[in-house]
């Protein structure tokens, strides 16, 4: 097995192990003569797989009694839509945060639903930092606050939970996992499983029980929490592989150290990368110190012709997927849970050795 290292913003890179377990068991799961992905959802077995995925995302996470794990389907972005389906609870309005490209189009799936109160925004800023506290200005008359807590595109991150009198809500889809969260701040805590929980196909969302079962009418059953809660996200077939490579990342996961050694390893990578294109004249991120991603890490180069090289190059020397988003341009190393510090090293030898050679 060749394994390069994966700088993907997302789908994004899995642990070795975790691959190796899956494939060891994926024509004959544990014996049984079939593979998981061939199992009912409602057998013993496939229960058994999905309600230890639950237990140890409860572990990792320390998530209170009071709040459901739900394992859904329709990435972020469906939550962007049911958000506002289950939790206006009534009201008409709700509050958001404008950090960039991922909270407005939350903001813009919500204000089909109500009208958006913009809390707080950077885009004078050119999103080059998250708000501080202090400009964050609530409606009291919301039903929640949403806020992005990283940025995967522009690479910016919160560095605190904002403090609200509303239900906080927060899109954690590239940051989940990656340190350790007080949940019982938040009233809902999702993200696609992609970035650093596992593949594609599966959305986490961790919600306050109290504020289940008051969606607005129409709501599309399947788009009900309270309807996915009471049937164990079972209310039609679940993306069961996709559960059960969870599953295997969060027992990897709690095997590293849990969240604290993971939050640990993640701001030693991210900090290393940052004073490497700190230190170069060659290359630059333009991010605030106190909101600089520890996931998603873009930098320029300081002669931009000099790109597509950049690319080819790195990816001749195994280093894949360092293309920044293609509405921003420029580089991006997302450097998520299972990318090892190994790849972290290799990149920064290589950004030196090509700035040496083409600087
Ligand atoms: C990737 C991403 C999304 C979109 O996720 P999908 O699962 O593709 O819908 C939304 N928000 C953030 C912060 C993301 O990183």
């Not at 992905?37 to 572990?59: C, I, K, P, T, Y």
């Not at 394992?71 to 469906?78: I, N, R, V």
């Amino acid at each position: 097995m060749t394994r390069k290292f994966n700088f993907s913003a997302g789908p994004a890179a899995l642990p070795d192990e975790v691959l190796l377990e899956a494939q060891q068991n994926l024509s004959d799961w544990q014996g049984k003569g079939l593979s998981i992905m061939e199992m009912s959802h409602r057998s013993d077995e496939f229960v058994a797989v999905a309600e230890q995925a639950e237990q140890d995302l409860r572990d990792l996470m320390s998530i209170p009694e009071n709040y459901r794990v739900l394992f859904l389907q329709g990435g972020a972005t469906s939550q962007f839509a049911m958000l506002p389906m289950n939790l206006l609870r009534g009201k008409s309005s709700a509050d958001y945060v404008n950090t960039g490209i991922w909270s407005k189009k939350a903001i813009a799936e919500a204000k089909r639903y109500c009208s958006v109160n913009i809390a707080a925004s950077t885009e004078s800023d050119h999103f080059m930092r998250a708000p501080d506290q202090s400009e964050i200005k609530v409606n009291p008359e919301s039903a929640y606050l949403h806020y992005t807590s990283n940025e995967t595109i522009g690479g910016v991150e919160f560095d605190y939970i904002p403090e609200v009198q509303l239900p906080l809500v927060v899109d954690m889809s590239s940051d989940i996992l990656s340190r350790p969260l007080d949940v019982s701040r938040f009233g809902l805590i999702y993200a696609g499983a992609q970035k650093n929980i596992g593949p594609a196909g599966l959305t986490v969302v961790i919600v306050r029980e109290d504020l289940l079962g008051q969606t607005v009418a129409g709501t599309p059953t399947m788009y009900d929490y309270q309807v996915q809660a009471e049937g164990g996200s079972m209310h039609n077939t679940p993306p069961t592989f996709a559960w059960y490579l969870s599953g295997l990342v969060f027992q990897w996961l709690k095997r590293q150290g849990g969240v604290e050694a993971m939050a640990e390893l993640n701001q030693r990578k991210a900090s290393k990368l940052y004073s490497a294109i700190d230190q170069s004249e060659f290359f630059a991120n333009p991010i605030a110190k106190n909101s600089r991603s520890i996931m998603n890490i873009p930098f320029t180069l300081a002669d931009a012709s000099l790109e597509k090289t950049f690319l080819l190059e790195s990816e001749a020397a195994g280093l894949l997927n360092l293309q920044g988003h293609r509405s921003v341009g420029g580089m991006r190393a997302s450097i998520y849970n299972a990318v090892p510090e190994a790849a972290v090293d290799a990149l920064i030898a290589f950004m030196a050795d090509f700035e040496k050679r083409y600087g």
